[in-house]
């Protein structure tokens, strides 16, 4: 023990690093555990979540007194609206209980494609969301930190107040890395299913070669196609930042195929997919000939990930390495 504090100290002395405390919500236990695992500097702390009889919360944060002047981070999934009060409310609290400074790590921004009003009546949740953790309250070290992977739009960045730092990190990185441990990954060509994905990824991508989707119409229906690349032969990948249902991605994979790519994969940062529409993925469900030679996701959606677990084609890359470093910055 006395070695583990030591190595501590000169971690602090030398790159002036932080002791993080960190809590949690149930759903991301595990995900909390292996961020935990990267770094001696970040010890996990814990939250009793209980409910009344009539189902509002009966929360209590352990060892209270014990965070003054400690930096504090809490790691969040707002996977549905019937979690959100409860950890709201614990986020909301936090940054009272004289801490030296909070971080909120909220990796998947969940009403991030709801940004924008298409006609009078529309109503952009986003920025619902963003407002809401505006508020959050200043801790004595000033704003709250808010961490986001791969938001829907960076526009968004624009909808949150002045009492938090939002601070738009990334998933590519670890499919980057997946990529270059693959037997053909000289063959790698990644493809966006729509000119939002472009934008959004290709300078992230710019050393791999490239094809863009695009949808059109064909009399009532929409009909995807290649606009620009060519994928025969290649091992090709569809990068976008979140799948719902997963049509889309399977209309692309189609297009592909009959373009003459050798092998279609696929990489998204939250895998959402409500109503288990992963399952249309498996090889078990999949009608194609070819499925998906693989399916990448982050552990962003932690029900997602139990979900799939040891499912083919799925592979989980974890964020608990990068979200370790961004509760340094």
Same mark, same amino acid.
């Given at each position: ?89 614990? &986020? ?45 309250? &200043? ?72 094809? &863009? ?117």
């Amino acid at each position: 023990m006395e070695n583990n504090n030591n190595q501590v100290t000169g971690e602090l002395k030398s790159g002036n690093k932080k002791q993080v405390r960190l809590f949690y919500c149930m759903e991301c236990e595990e995900l909390a555990r292996k961020v935990a695992a990267h770094s001696q500097l970040i010890t996990l702390q814990s939250i009793n979540w209980r409910s009344f009889d009539d189902g509002f919360p009966n929360l209590f944060i352990n060892n209270a007194h014990d965070i003054r002047g400690q930096h504090v981070a809490f790691l969040a999934s707002f996977s549905s609206p019937a979690v959100i009060f409860e950890q709201l409310s614990v &986020i909301y609290n936090l940054p009272r209980l004289f801490v030296a400074s909070f971080t909120l790590v909220l990796p998947f921004f969940p009403t991030g494609s709801f940004e924008r009003m298409e006609e009078e009546g529309d109503v952009a949740t986003a920025f619902t969301m963003a407002r809401i953790l505006s508020n959050i309250p &200043i801790s004595r070290g000033g704003p709250t930190s808010v961490v986001i992977y791969d938001i829907h739009a960076l526009q968004e960045r624009f909808y949150f107040g002045d009492h938090v730092l939002p601070l738009f990190e990334t998933g590519i990185p670890l499919l980057k890395q997946r990529l270059h441990q693959l037997s053909d990954a000289d063959k790698i060509v990644v493809a966006f299913p729509d000119d939002g994905a472009w934008k959004r990824f290709h300078k992230l991508l710019d050393h791999f070669p490239t094809v &863009i989707c695009t949808k059109v119409r064909e009399g009532d229906k929409r009909i995807v196609q290649i606009k620009e690349g060519n994928p025969t032969g290649c091992h090709v990948v569809i990068v976008d930042d979140l799948v719902q249902s997963g049509g889309t991605l399977i209309e692309c994979q189609k297009v592909l195929f009959a373009r003459g790519a050798a092998k279609v994969s696929a990489y998204v940062t939250h895998g959402v997919f409500p109503k288990c529409s992963w399952e249309r993925f498996t090889q078990k469900n999949n009608r194609s000939e070819k499925g998906f030679a693989y399916f990448w996701i982050t552990d962003s959606c932690p029900q997602t990930v139990k979900a799939v677990e040891n499912t083919a084609p799925f592979e989980v890359l974890s964020l608990a390495g990068s979200i370790a470093d961004a509760l340094q910055i």
